[in-house]
């Protein structure tokens, strides 16, 4: 008789700068919970990430990950010495394999297939503003500036800031692009993800400023973890991509 496998496990994970998200297949979301110290979307103490992570290991994989596959999600625009530190956080646990995705990949996945081509992603997130061009699922050009919805909470804010800096983010895009691609994507509907999402005060102005359709993420704040999901659940069933050392 053959010695029998484990089963290939795995979840999603969103550290985001005002919520840290855990997604597992089967499951959906383990965890849902203010993140620790996080500023602009960068991790900035390990510690507390790392008994969260835990504590989820411990709930749902009875504390072993050593047959764990984890999809990391980050900013689009983190650098490699970011991602890696990041990376190395979630496999100081035990992981066998850590694979990261930008945030802009995992929202578009969750959205739904509309078809190839260019498609515009703007993240209106907690404490970033995120506008990504992918064309066929591939990320072309992006753009990020640190404001975010927490930045309307201090006196006089108003947000026709957040507004404001998402219309410049795709206007440089447009003006960088010589293959047409914005202009084709603000054609077919621009995604919009995150928490700012839900807010009407700021999508509508947006769509006036764009001069474009908007797309909304179902459950927009969670959007990008569970598209994470969804891309884990597809890496879980394709011919080796169960876990491996990192």
């Known amino acids: 008789m053959g010695t029998a496998q484990k089963a290939v496990r795995g979840f999603a994970l969103d550290i985001g700068s005002s919520r840290t998200r855990v997604w ?18 960068r991790v900035t103490d390990a510690t507390p990430h790392q008994r969260l992570l835990r504590r989820v290991a411990d709930t749902a994989f009875g504390g072993a990950l050593d047959e764990t596959v984890v999809m990391l999600c980050h900013p689009v625009l983190a650098g490699p010495a ?4 990041t990376r190395r956080m979630v496999a100081g646990l035990g992981a066998a394999r850590v694979v990261s995705v930008n945030s802009a990949r995992a929202a578009a996945a969750y959205a739904g297939p509309s078809g190839g081509g260019p498609l515009l992603v703007v993240d209106l997130g907690a404490a970033l503003t995120e506008v990504t061009l992918l064309v066929d699922g591939v990320m072309q050009d992006a753009r990020l500036a640190e404001i975010g919805l927490d930045d309307l909470a201090e006196p006089g804010a108003s947000p026709g800031v957040v507004v404001h800096t998402a ?14 691609a ?4 603000l054609g077919r509907g621009v995604l919009v993800t995150g928490g700012g999402a839900l807010r009407l005060d700021l999508t509508g102005r947006l769509a006036l400023r764009l001069g474009a359709r908007l797309r909304l993420a179902n459950d927009p704040a969670t959007s990008t973890v569970r598209g994470a999901g969804l891309l884990l659940s597809s890496a879980l069933r394709h011919p080796g991509g169960g876990p491996r050392r990192p």
């Open 82 to 85: 970011e991602r890696e530190e």
């Open 182 to 185: 914005v202009r084709g994507a």
């Open 24 to 41: 597992a297949p089967g499951a959906g979301v383990l965890a849902d919970v203010p993140s620790g110290p996080v500023r602009r979307g």
């Open 167 to 180: 219309a410049e983010l795709v206007r440089e895009l447009w003006r960088e692009d010589t293959t047409g």
